[in-house]
């Protein structure tokens, strides 16, 4: 059974940071990983997907990394911005096409 | 503008009541989801409907009922909740269940209390 971890579960940084959110996940045998944002009270944004054969993902100052062999990806922001503030979740598909998902990482942004 | 709209948008009803979440996609996807979201857990897939067929019950308690009249149109039909039921429930769509390089497309909930 696939499980996700995401760490931190909480994170704040001064604006114009660079950082990085971390996902881990326990079985390699994956279609895509997904990274979403969450503002409070909302539903889910699609930020990447990273498919299996693929290594990284950039939009803007967002880029995705991927190793299946590690069961990792990261999400690396760039020039972080107050209005990045929000909670970051990934998600694993794998071969039952569920998408698996972590807790999430609440990240504020300090202007 | 997700093109995932789900009403009403808060609910909050008693353990005897009766009531439906709502949701409709408008971007021709043929696969819809339910995800219900609590507090400090991951999202929960309940499940998965595939051109109006059910695909996946993920071991829901039968006081939930789903109802996919078509591919745009996805209901949560609710009875006898408990407490414990509250929570952020999401519909989400995709092109189909094994559209595997494209996201899913969420919308924005509806904040179930259940008294």
């Known amino acids: 059974k696939q499980e996700v971890t995401q760490i931190p579960a909480a994170l704040s940084v001064p604006e114009g940071e660079n950082l990085v959110l971390n996902c881990s996940f326990t079985?390699?045998?994956?279609?895509?990983l997904q990274w979403f944002r969450q503002d409070p009270g909302k539903g889910l944004t699609s930020l990447l997907l990273?498919?299996?054969?693929?290594r990284e993902q950039t939009s803007g100052r967002l880029n995705a990394s991927l190793d299946k062999s590690s069961g990792r990806s990261t999400l690396y922001i760039a020039a972080s911005q107050p209005g990045d503030s929000a909670t970051y979740l990934c998600?694993?598909?794998?071969?039952?096409?569920?998408?698996?998902f972590g807790k999430g990482t609440k990240l504020t942004v300090n202007p | 503008e997700t093109g995932v709209t789900q009403t009403p948008r808060h609910l909050v009803m008693g353990m005897t009541n009766k009531k439906s979440l709502k949701c409709e996609q408008h971007?021709?996807?043929?696969?819809m989801y339910w995800y219900k979201q609590s507090a400090k857990k991951p999202l929960e897939l309940m499940f998965v409907?595939?051109?109006?067929?059910?695909?996946e019950n993920n071991s829901v308690p039968s006081r939930f009922s789903p109802e996919c009249p078509n591919s745009s149109h996805l209901f949560l039909h609710l009875h006898t909740l408990q407490p414990e039921d509250s929570a952020l429930y999401l519909c989400?769509?995709?092109?189909?269940?094994?559209?595997?390089?494209?996201?899913?497309?969420f919308g924005n909930g509806t904040r179930l209390t259940v008294t």
């Open positions: 989400a769509s995709s092109p189909h269940p094994g559209a595997y390089n494209s996201p899913l497309h």
């Open positions: 079985d390699s045998a994956i279609y895509n």
């Open positions: 990273i498919q299996s054969s693929q």
């Open positions: 998600g694993s598909q794998g071969g039952s096409e569920k998408l698996v």
């Open positions: 971007l021709g996807h043929n696969a």
């Open positions: 409907y595939n051109f109006k067929e059910q695909t």
